[in-house]
């Protein structure tokens, strides 16, 4: 069955410095990856994904992630944390039996302090 | 904005009563969801939606009863609820289930059973 593990409860960071938000998988098959965040009191918001192609992706928000098959990672990332990027961050894989069905991991909350 | 519109935002229902929640999207999309998110806690998936007929159903009790009426709206329909259903119940829409584009979600509908 597929798996993401977020190893991180929480994660802190200070503003305009870099940030990271660690994801693994655990897949049959090729893997598709998603990073979604959410703010309080809000549904979750896309960020990007990885399908096929570069193993760097680009996302919204300036957020990128670096596909990494070896290690079976996902992590995201961006070069300078804003304040408003404090929120709740999930990795997702797409299950695989062929449908969207969606295996979240459990969830990192970014605080970026000012 | 979000593109997926939940109604109501909040909901207080006693264990007797009974209410619907409602989705609606205006994307073209032809699948849609319906997850359960507790607090800090990532969304569970419940059922899915593919061209107006129920394709997963995961072992939700059946005092949650889910409707599609059609390819843009999506109801829950509660009824004699436990404590434990307090939760916030998103909404989801893509444009297929077997597509690899991300879901749309919703802000949510946050109940609580009394």
């Known amino acids: 069955a597929q798996s993401v593990a977020q190893p991180e409860d929480q994660v802190n960071v200070a503003e305009g410095n870099p940030l990271t938000v660690k994801c693994t998988y655990s897949?049959?098959?090729?893997?598709?990856l998603f990073w979604y965040v959410q703010y309080p009191n809000r549904g979750l918001q896309f960020l990007l994904k990885?399908?096929?192609?570069?193993?760097l992706v680009k996302g919204s928000y300036g957020f990128e992630a670096e596909f990494n098959k070896s290690q079976t990672s996902f992590h995201l990332k961006k070069p300078s944390a804003l304040v408003s990027d404090s929120a709740l961050y999930f990795c997702?894989?797409?299950?695989?039996?062929?449908?969207?069905?969606?295996?979240f991991g459990t969830g990192t909350r970014l605080l970026v302090s000012p | 904005d979000t593109e997926v519109t939940q109604t109501p935002k909040h909901l207080v229902m006693g264990m007797t009563n009974k209410k619907s929640l409602k989705c609606e999207q205006h994307?073209?999309?032809?699948?849609m969801y319906w997850y359960k998110q507790k607090a800090k806690k990532p969304p569970e998936l419940m059922f899915v939606?593919?061209?107006?007929?129920?394709?997963i159903n995961e072992s939700v009790p059946s005092r949650f009863s889910p409707e599609c009426p059609n390819s843009s709206l999506l109801n829950l329909h509660l009824h004699a609820l436990q404590p434990e259903d307090s939760a916030l119940y998103l909404c989801?829409?893509?444009?297929?289930?077997?597509?690899?584009?991300?879901?749309?979600f919703g802000d949510g509908t946050r109940l609580s059973i009394l």
């Open positions: 989801a829409s893509s444009p297929g289930d077997r597509s690899n584009q991300p879901q749309h």
């Open positions: 994307m073209g999309h032809r699948a």
């Open positions: 990885y399908i096929t192609g570069d193993n």
């Open positions: 897949v049959s098959g090729n893997p598709y």
């Open positions: 997702a894989v797409r299950d695989d039996t062929g449908f969207q069905k969606l295996v």
């Open positions: 939606y593919s061209y107006e007929k129920l394709s």
